[in-house]
T-cell receptor
Framework: DGGITQSPKYLFRKEGQNVTLSCEQN?????MYWYRQDPGQGLRLIYY???????QKGDIAEGYSVSREKKESFPLTVTSAQKNPTAFYLC????????????FGPGTRLLVL | QKEVEQDPGPLSVPEGAIVSLNCTYS??????FMWYRQYSRKGPELLMY????GNKEDGRFTAQVDKSSKYISLFIRDSQPSDSATYLC????????????FGAGTTVTVRA
């Protein structure tokens, strides 16, 4: 089955720790995205990538980093510089020419210990 | 003022009722309008997709876009308990536009 997988489902971060969230897709989509979802707010874009080895900052990139070494994979690192990391993180992908139609993974919930 | 406004609800209806959801927006350049359904602790799934103004129907779901009023709606007919979820509207200016603007979501509960 084609789709997007995210792991882990839950992640706990200690103070000063960097953590990495995994996102893999087998939809053969060129573009991939990371969003953050907080209660009562719309999804906010952290980073996006339209092609391998290229990515751009979204609206709230501070404290996050990404890489795009493979078409299928777009991991997100939440660094210690992100002071309020507790949120639901969603990865999405799309065909590059239809970026308005994005398909989402199941999400990773990040909690701070 | 947010670019996309959506009443968070919550909205509670009896089974079989019509659910009416809406979003307003301020950016007149939006041309693509989407509705996503998100079950608790899951990722959003694309439910409806509409280009420009007009209506689109898919089974029990109808999406309406009124660009002159900057207002979009989603109607769910014959609602079922399985429709209980949060519904997110999203919009973009073009098909090459990576940036989607999301509403905060409306939480709907359909009571059996």
């Amino acid at each position: 089955d084609g789709g997007i997988t995210q792991s882990p489902k839950y992640l706990f971060r200690k103070e000063g720790q960097n953590v990495t969230l995994s996102c893999e897709q087998n939809l053969n989509h060129d573009a991939m995205y990371w969003y953050r979802q907080d209660p009562g707010q719309g999804l906010r874009l952290i980073y996006y990538s339209q092609i391998v080895n290229d990515f751009q900052k979204g609206d709230i990139a501070e404290g996050y980093s990404v890489s795009r070494e493979k078409k299928e994979s777009f991991p997100l690192t939440v660094t210690s510089a992100q002071k309020n990391p507790t949120a639901f993180y969603l990865c999405a992908s799309s065909i590059r020419d239809n970026q308005e139609t994005q398909y989402f993974g199941p999400g990773t919930r990040l909690l701070v210990l | 003022q947010k670019e996309v406004e959506q009443d968070p609800g919550p909205l509670s209806v009896p089974e079989g009722a019509i659910v009416s959801l809406n979003c307003t927006y301020s950016n007149s350049a939006f041309q693509y309008f989407m509705w996503y359904r998100q079950y608790s602790r899951k990722g959003p799934e694309l439910l409806m997709y509409t280009y420009s103004s007009g209506n689109k129907e898919d089974g029990r779901f109808t999406a309406q876009v009124d660009k002159s009023s900057k207002y979009i709606s989603l109607f769910i007919r014959d609602s079922q308990p399985s429709d209980s979820a949060t519904y997110l509207c999203a919009m973009s200016e073009s098909s090459n536009d990576y940036k989607l603007s999301f509403g905060a979501g409306t939480t709907v509960t359909v009571r059996a």
